[in-house]
């Protein structure tokens, strides 16, 4: 009978085990409502989050933030190195409980006396060669590349579960100076990506943009043209290895 009982508990394990918070995900309610006139996408990958917020009906810019995260059992906590809706907690450790529900999280905590819950539906897609956390490090201009080391001020870009979202801003001075993102593709060489938000520009939301991709030694190389026409060249590097932190 023992051995009768190893697998079913083997494969409760992997169950609890083979959960992760990796991928892109859209809350769905707040608080017990529905949520429907703001759309909020959150991309984990490689233990850094960042999240992008705007009006459905506009497409107006809301917010953003993100920063690095640990998930220990259910004890959840998020540490803001950008945060455009109260950039006073930038550098701020946030506690939340973190439940897996029938293929969504539930994000909850106690905010100044009054509880937050917040469910979350993971998006579907499958990894691909960009899926990662990267800082940009380089540049190619006229032939030649130029380096340079991410330090407080830094631009960093999240891929997962098909969605991107880019941010620049300064973890020391809380300066937030711009981001955007949407939907993806990487296929044979080829970086597509859709914009669903951007803080600089509404108008700029439903705009495709094609890009020649190629990773050399770890590395993103990501070449095309800018949305203003310019030819462009950049070299990511996984966050974890481009940025020392301080």
Excluded at 113 to 126: C, D, H, S
Excluded at 152 to 158: D, E, F, L, P, Q
Excluded at 195 to 220: C, K, N, P, Q
Aim: net charge negative; aromatic share 14%; no cysteine.
């Amino acid at each position: 009978m023992k051995k009768l009982l190893v697998l079913p508990f083997l494969f409760l394990l992997s169950l609890v085990y083979g959960q992760s918070l990796e991928g892109a995900w859209k809350m769905t309610h707040q608080n017990g409502q529905p949520v429907t006139d703001v759309e909020y996408i959150k991309i984990y990958q490689d233990d850094y989050f960042a999240f992008g917020a705007k009006n459905v009906a506009d497409n107006h810019f809301i917010g953003a933030g993100g920063g690095p995260f640990t998930l220990e059992g259910n004890s959840y906590v998020e540490t803001l190195d950008f945060f455009t809706l109260d950039p006073f907690q930038v550098g701020t450790n946030n506690k939340y409980k973190l439940d897996f529900v029938d293929g969504k999280i539930v994000i909850s905590s106690e905010i100044k006396g009054n509880m937050l819950v917040e469910i979350w539906e993971k998006l579907p897609a499958e990894p691909d060669d960009l899926t990662g956390n990267w800082v940009i490090t380089g540049r190619k201009r006229d032939g030649e590349i130029s380096r340079s080391t991410p330090g407080a001020r830094r631009t960093v870009k999240i891929l997962s579960g098909g969605r991107f979202q880019w941010i620049a801003f300064n973890s020391e001075t809380k300066e937030f100076s711009g981001s955007g993102g949407g939907t993806y593709t990487a296929i044979d060489g080829k970086y597509t990506e859709n914009i669903t938000f951007f803080s600089r520009d509404d108008s700029r939301v439903g705009a495709s943009l094609s890009f020649d991709y190629e990773v050399i030694d770890g590395e993103w190389h990501h070449s095309g043209l800018s949305s203003t026409g310019n030819p462009i060249y950049e070299i990511w590097t996984p966050y974890a290895i481009g940025y020392k932190g301080k």
